[in-house]
């Protein structure tokens, strides 16, 4: 029989999230954050739909986007506790 998950496990993807957004928010514009939870978090809105909201291109909005998610990805602490979270 297989047991149940911790309540520190069921809460740990959420707790990364939150200290992912914790990140971006100390570490780039507010205008960037701004665009990364739109994209990333909230709606999922597509790069051209940031595009006409904001009047940026969607290819300036592409780099900063994607300039986060580079951040994220190679920030050790933020790719061990997904390691983990993966693992359960």
């Known amino acids: 029989m297989e047991e149940g998950l911790s309540v520190e496990e069921l809460v740990e993807p959420d707790k990364l999230a939150k200290d992912i957004l914790s990140f971006i928010k100390h570490k ?8 990364f939870k739109l994209k990333v978090y ?26 986060i998610n580079n951040a994220i990805r190679s920030n050790i602490s933020f790719v061990n506790r997904y ?4 693992i359960v």
């Not at 780039?28 to 665009?35: G, M, Q, S, V």
């Not at 390691?83 to 993966?86: G, L, N, P, R, V």
């Open 28 to 35: 780039y514009p507010k205008n960037d954050y701004r665009l």
């Open 42 to 67: 909230d709606t999922g809105c597509s790069y051209k739909d940031l595009s006409d909201y904001t009047g940026v291109s969607v290819s300036t909005i592409y780099r900063k986007i994607n300039s």
């Open 83 to 86: 390691s983990c979270i993966a």
